[in-house]
């Protein structure tokens, strides 16, 4: 039988090979490339981050055949026993525990890491486990700024990785099938894709500087980010509303429709963009806006993309099963009708009476889609490859910098850039904190 050793020196070596196949080759189906490995070829994963997202990455990788998962990472001692010790009595397997990520990409038994970290820490992470001949599932957004995730690009090319990311959508068949009338005409010509995030999201109230919980690696948690005093509001899920970790919803949610968006409009980086809003009906410790309306102008498409967020809901705009639930979508207008896509499905209206036309739901298979990619070494087989999660987090970011500005900025999508913008360009990167810096990719 091959060593463990020497298959991951295979897989290496035939990664980058495997990538310039990917591109040139047609899509094959997703069953075939899950065949392209014996069933005895088993993907050791590991998991970083433990929390909301990361026990849905844990139970999806060990969802998929062929897939295990075999370690576990997280800053929070609490967590990681936890879900160890529960993925442990489940499988009857000992499981590997790590505080540090970078110790738990040393080991030379894990073959993919996957990313649920705070938005912070992903690029960072992400890029340190490809520099260790590790594939990546990394969560949305894929960067904190637009820099990080273009680094994150470059490193899944220098390496030879398999880079998938988050925005589970592309992993719908019944939203692929809309996406492809979309684009084959079904609503006529399209030139507008509207996405919303309205939630019911109540006030996080204010919360004091304290002493970190036992068991908490802060440091490890700060990671990039400055040094500042620990508070509940700015760690477990509260660190979305801060600048230092989080995009707030532009990025969190709203990532997601903005890939759908810009598939189904068929574009990548805009030239304008135009943002306003604000942290309006709360006083509390957010600093990222309640409400947001971002416009993003691609002239010479002759299309526009356009995004909405509120913390609040007064009315749902058609989607949303009952009054009690968020309303999360995109409606794309064309000149014959205009389709609305959710998680996972679309209904298309058609016509001046807006009759009803095709209509799908259908549930996501992200993680069978990554070992696919794993397998395969092409990167049509994945969910999202990592360009194209890039350019989905990049617009949130572009969104977030024009509202931060409070006024217009003008880009240029080929260099990702602000010409002439030098207070723009200063927020297209952070200043990082060492050791933790994020390292500039060139290839």
């Known amino acids: 039988m091959?060593?463990?050793?020497?298959?991951?020196?295979?897989?290496?070596?035939?990664a980058v090979a495997g990538v310039a196949l990917?591109?040139?080759?047609?899509?094959?189906?997703?069953?075939?490339?899950?065949?392209?490995?014996?069933?005895?070829?088993?993907?050791?994963?590991?998991?970083v981050g433990l929390r909301g997202k990361g026990l849905?990455?844990?139970?999806?990788?060990?969802?998929?055949?062929?897939?295990?998962?075999?370690?576990?990472?997280?800053?929070?001692?609490s967590i990681l026993n936890s879900r160890a010790d529960q993925l442990e009595k489940k499988t009857g397997r000992k499981i590997k525990r790590f505080n540090?990520?970078?110790?738990?990409?040393?080991?030379?038994?894990?073959?993919v890491v996957s990313v649920a970290t705070p938005n912070h820490s992903h690029t960072l992470i992400g890029i340190t486990a490809m520099q260790a001949g590790k594939d990546t599932y990394v969560e949305k957004p894929c960067s904190h700024n637009i820099w990080e995730g273009r680094q994150l690009v470059n490193a899944a090319r220098k390496y030879g990785r398999m880079c998938q990311h988050g925005t589970q959508g592309r992993s719908s068949e019944a939203i692929r099938e809309g996406i492809q009338k979309v684009q084959e005409g079904a609503i006529?010509?399209?030139?507008?894709?509207?996405?919303?995030?309205?939630?019911?999201r109540p006030s996080i109230g204010h919360?004091?500087?304290?002493?970190?919980?036992?068991?908490?690696?802060?440091?490890?948690?700060?990671?990039?980010?400055?040094?500042?005093?620990?508070?509940?509001?700015?760690?477990?899920?509260?660190?979305h509303w801060h600048w230092d970790y989080g995009n707030g919803d532009m990025g969190n949610q709203g990532v997601h429709e903005m890939d759908m968006a810009r598939w189904g409009l068929?574009?990548?980086?805009?030239?304008?963009?135009?943002?306003?809003?604000?942290?309006?009906?709360?006083?509390?410790?957010?600093?990222?806006?309640?409400?947001?309306?971002?416009?993003?102008?691609?002239?010479?498409?002759?299309?526009?993309?356009?995004?909405?967020?509120?913390?609040?809901?007064?009315?749902?705009?058609?989607?949303?099963?009952?009054?009690a639930s968020n309303a999360v979508g995109v409606t794309f207008y064309g000149s014959e009708g205009y389709m609305q896509v959710y998680y996972f499905g679309y209904k298309t209206f058609l016509g001046k009476n807006r009759e009803a036309g095709p209509a799908r739901e259908e549930g996501s298979n992200e993680y069978q889609r990554f070992i696919a990619g794993v397998r395969s070494r092409r990167m049509e087989d994945l969910g999202v490859e990592i360009e194209d999660g890039h350019r989905s987090s990049a617009l949130c970011h572009l969104g977030n910098i024009s509202y931060r500005l409070g006024r217009t900025v003008n880009f240029d999508p080929a260099k990702e850039t602000f010409p002439g913008d030098a207070e723009a360009c200063?927020?297209?990167?952070?200043?990082?904190?060492?050791?933790?810096?994020?390292?500039?990719?060139k290839i």
């Open 207 to 239: 919360t004091p500087d304290e002493p970190v919980p036992a068991g908490v690696d802060y440091d490890l948690w700060l990671g990039p980010a400055p040094k500042r005093p620990f508070s509940q509001n700015r760690f477990h899920y509260n660190w």
């Open 188 to 200: 006529g010509e399209v030139y507008m894709a509207r996405g919303i995030c309205f939630k019911w």
């Open 22 to 47: 990917g591109l040139a080759g047609s899509l094959p189906r997703l069953q075939t490339a899950r065949a392209a490995a014996s069933a005895n070829d088993e993907i050791r994963a590991a998991c």
């Open 266 to 323: 068929g574009v990548g980086l805009p030239s304008k963009v135009h943002a306003g809003g604000g942290h309006f009906m709360f006083d509390d410790d957010q600093e990222t806006p309640n409400t947001l309306v971002c416009i993003f102008e691609y002239p010479e498409e002759k299309k526009m993309l356009v995004f909405e967020t509120r913390h609040w809901i007064t009315n749902q705009e058609g989607f949303g099963k009952d009054p």
């Open 100 to 111: 540090d990520y970078r110790k738990l990409v040393e080991d030379p038994d894990i073959d």
């Open 2 to 14: 091959t060593s463990r050793l020497h298959r991951r020196e295979f897989l290496h070596q035939s």
């Open 426 to 441: 200063a927020m297209l990167t952070r200043d990082y904190r060492a050791p933790y810096v994020v390292p500039e990719i």
């Open 56 to 77: 849905h990455h844990l139970n999806g990788l060990e969802s998929v055949d062929g897939c295990t998962v075999t370690a576990l990472c997280d800053v929070d001692a």
